[in-house]
């Protein structure tokens, strides 16, 4: 019996190895060679360079290299972009360490939060504005603030980033990630149609009244069935309430996040302005016409006349021909122009071994890839110059002539006052406050003191 | 680029898995017979031990972990705060979220399982009436069964559209007009959300019911049938005296599975967006892993499980009424 139980068991190894060979291609690559640096103690784990591509170049003791996981949210097209246009050329000059990029286009924040979790998390994350003071405050971030100062370049000087981009990589006044984009939001606007109506193109000059006016006068119920198929504007939550608040001079979370006055006038003008665009078909089209024939695919489809969008947005038709698109910076509202910028850090796990050797490595990463999105959130990169040389040439007919309009925009641009349960305050303001106005079902007023002290219960302590 | 040293670790992790569970085995088996255990008893428990394991490591260790984690603040990131009841409070007494999502996953379960059996009966019946190509038909009433759910919710999105795009809306539009009514607006209007999501359930489970039905029908004997037909008791007689009695053991299966997916419904709920309370599942969801509230997640699961062992454990006590066992009957 005994050596019967000594066969079942060897076959089982058996069958496990053979199950394990076959199963591990698939798998994950886990941390180790070339995962985090893991090698006990405050030793990275190494592994060597490549060697030298050369034939002819007699064999050099391989260098040893910290490797560096970045994760991203990043698709094929950008991971490609991001690898050959940064990744390759930090690799190659690098010889302390080298980066590895592990994309996650699919369900990116659940994988982040379950892979920091279970301890595999990257060394490098991307995070979008709103997630890094939640990360931050729940301990998974390295605090930056003092290795930057030790770092000399352009992409650690905080001070040289724009304060209100800067300020969302922030939690509680120290530096928890450096932003690589900031993009306002512009007003693109299709030239053709504003032709054939005799309007003049969107500038500086617009307010919310002649955007509006404007908007309606494009409105056009071309073949005489009795409903619009042309549009002046779309909106449909994008761009964010927030944007018109703010010009209105009212806010949603103060600057001391301390309360959220969205029942201020000032909050109400803006919120009613906005709710005078939405799914309103005297200017907008209707909420099943965006379910039906999708948001941004009805301007890529000349039937909505306005858009607003990012600046580094581009349009092409379903057929692949780049669009004449012209672009403007929003319309000035009662107080201000401000217009809303999306920004977006890396951070790095708080677990990263060799944290100075991985904020420097942050920096290099972060250089790269402001010379490769627009907007930088650097204001030294935020130039003419450098925003034309980022453009892909794709799209440099298209986007070339935009870049006065963008680069004007970035001196109005701010983003979100952002706390750490900022996922549950956007749930709640949403269906509190903004899906309730859009659906007529109370007045901006009324909703605004029902759902203030249920956002403000979420704001921090 | 993925390289051969990610894989070589995780080959030797494996292999060390599987080397250290044979070692537990061989103990196992060397102890059991040392205390003077039959060589066959200990063979047989040290067979059965990697089951016994993996039971313990991955059902029931997250199984008690997350009870534990119900009764905590745990963010996912940091060592859980213990709150004792806190979180069950908050649910039952001052979370409005969670009873209407509460509200529409009853209500989507009070209506597809009763109807979705009703409708299986009637087609797995008809498919018993020595229809040509059966197993033809078994396939194709199968097959939405086996699409990946985010392509069911994606179509059927697609066909609930409220406008002209949307096919059973353009469909259905005479007939709405007749009322002097305006279409559903379905996933669109707070409204409808319910039955837009109960159209869509039809596609898979009436399917997959028919078939486990009509391999019941079959299992019926046909002297039974003969019998009734010598007593010259017509087609619906039949149906009432033979086909339900014997069953009846297929509806109580189909009927307890049905209860537990429908409160558990998930998939379909996470890919269509609606305007205000999704499924408990979504919302479970929702607090875990956008929220960072798992303890609270975990929590609302356990709730969710009491609610399914209340209803099963209804459907099991009702059952001696109504389920018919031929094996009992002959006891």
């Known amino acids: ?461 | 680029m993925p390289r051969i040293e990610w894989y070589a670790e995780t080959l030797l992790r494996y292999a060390f898995v599987a080397a250290v569970i044979v070692g537990i085995m061989l103990l196992t088996y060397r102890g059991l017979v040392a205390v003077g255990v039959r060589r066959q008893t200990a063979t047989g428990f040290a067979l059965i031990l990697p089951w016994f394991l993996g039971f313990l490591i991955w059902n029931l260790f997250p199984v008690a972990a997350s009870l534990y984690l119900s009764l905590t603040n745990y963010n996912i990131l940091q060592t859980p705060d213990f709150v004792g009841l806190a979180n069950y409070d908050r649910l039952l007494n001052q979370d409005q979220q969670f009873w209407a999502s509460l509200r529409l996953t009853m209500a989507y379960s009070a209506i597809t399982v009763p109807l979705g059996l009703a409708l299986a009966l009637l087609a797995a019946t008809l498919l018993n009436q020595g229809v040509r190509g059966v197993g033809l038909w078994r396939t194709l009433y199968y097959l939405p069964a086996v699409l990946p759910a985010f392509v069911t919710a994606l179509l059927w999105r697609f066909m609930l559209l409220p406008t002209r795009s949307g096919l059973v809306n353009t469909a259905t539009e005479p007939i709405w007009s007749l009322f002097g009514d305006n279409a559903p607006r379905w996933f669109l209007d707070p409204d409808t959300v319910l039955w837009g999501f109960v159209i869509m359930s039809f596609w898979g489970v009436f399917g997959a019911n028919t078939v486990i039905m009509l391999a019941g029908l079959k299992n019926i004997p046909r002297d039974l049938y003969e019998a009734a037909d010598v007593d010259g008791a017509g087609i619906l007689p039949k149906f009432r005296h033979i086909t339900l009695p014997q069953l009846t053991p297929t509806l109580f299966y189909l009927l307890i599975m049905g209860i537990i997916a429908g409160v558990q419904i998930f998939d379909i709920g996470l890919f269509v967006r609606v305007p205000r309370e999704n499924f408990l599942n979504v919302y479970l969801y929702q607090q875990g892993f956008t929220f960072f509230n798992m303890g609270y997640a975990s929590a609302i699961a356990w709730v969710m499980l009491v609610i399914i062992l209340v209803l099963t454990l209804a459907v099991f006590r009702s059952s001696q009424a109504w389920v018919y066992y031929e094996s009992e009957a002959r006891r």
């Open chain 1, 1 to 461: 019996m005994h050596s019967g139980l000594m066969r079942i068991a060897g076959l089982t190894a058996a069958i496990s190895l053979v199950a394990t060979a076959c199963a591990s291609p698939g798998a994950t690559p886990s941390r180790g060679a070339g995962a985090s640096p893991t090698v006990a103690g405050a030793s990275p784990t190494v592994t060597a360079a490549p060697p030298s591509q050369d034939a002819a170049t007699p064999t050099q003791p391989a260098a040893q290299k910290v490797t560096y996981r970045l994760t991203t949210w990043a698709g094929e097209d950008e991971s490609n972009e991001l690898q050959e246009l940064v990744l390759d050329e930090i690799n190659a000059s690098q010889s302390e360490f080298e980066i590895v990029h592990e994309p996650a286009p699919a369900d990116y924040y659940t994988k982040l939060q379950t892979t920091l979790a279970g301890g595999t998390g990257a060394d490098f994350m991307w995070l979008s504005q709103e997630y890094v003071a939640g990360y931050a405050s729940r301990g998974a971030l390295l605090d930056l603030t003092e290795p930057l100062k030790a770092i000399d370049s352009p992409a650690a000087a905080v001070d040289r980033y724009f304060p209100d981009v800067m300020s969302t990589a922030l939690y509680q006044d120290h530096v928890y990630g450096l932003p690589w984009i900031s993009q306002p939001v512009v007003l693109y606007y299709n030239p053709a149609l504003f032709d054939a109506a005799n309007i003049d193109y969107p500038d500086d000059t617009w307010d919310w009244d002649t955007f509006l006016t404007n908007a309606k006068a494009l409105t056009k119920d071309t073949d005489g069935d009795g409903t619009p198929d042309q549009y002046g504007f779309s909106a449909s939550g994008w761009p964010p309430v927030h944007m018109f608040i703010w010009q209105a001079g009212g806010d949603v979370i103060s600057d001391d996040l301390k309360s959220s006055p969205i029942d201020s006038p000032e909050a109400i003008a803006g919120a009613e302005f906005y709710k005078s665009l939405i799914y309103n078909p005297e200017c907008c089209p209707t909420e099943d016409t965006i379910a039906e024939q999708g948001f941004g695919e009805m301007f890529k489809a000349g039937t909505v006349a306005m858009f607003m969008g990012g600046a580094s947005d581009t349009f092409e038709s379903a057929d692949g021909t780049v669009l004449d698109i012209g672009a403007s910076v929003v319309p000035m509202g009662p107080t201000s122009r401000t217009t809303f910028a999306w920004t977006g850090s890396t951070v790095v796990n708080s677990t990263v071994e060799n944290p100075e050797l991985a904020v420097k490595a942050l920096v290099a990463l972060t250089d790269g890839i402001q010379h490769w999105k627009i907007v930088s959130p650097n204001m030294d990169l935020a130039t003419k110059e450098v925003v034309t040389a980022s453009l892909p040439d794709k799209w440099k007919d298209q986007k070339g002539p935009q870049v006065e309009a963008i680069l004007a925009s970035t001196s109005d641009m701010r983003s979100f006052n952002v706390i750490p349960r900022q996922q549950e305050w956007d749930d709640l303001f949403w269906r509190e406050f903004q899906d309730k106005l859009y659906h007529d079902q109370g007045t901006a007023a009324d909703l605004a003191a029902a759902a203030r002290t249920q956002l403000e219960a979420l704001l921090p302590e």
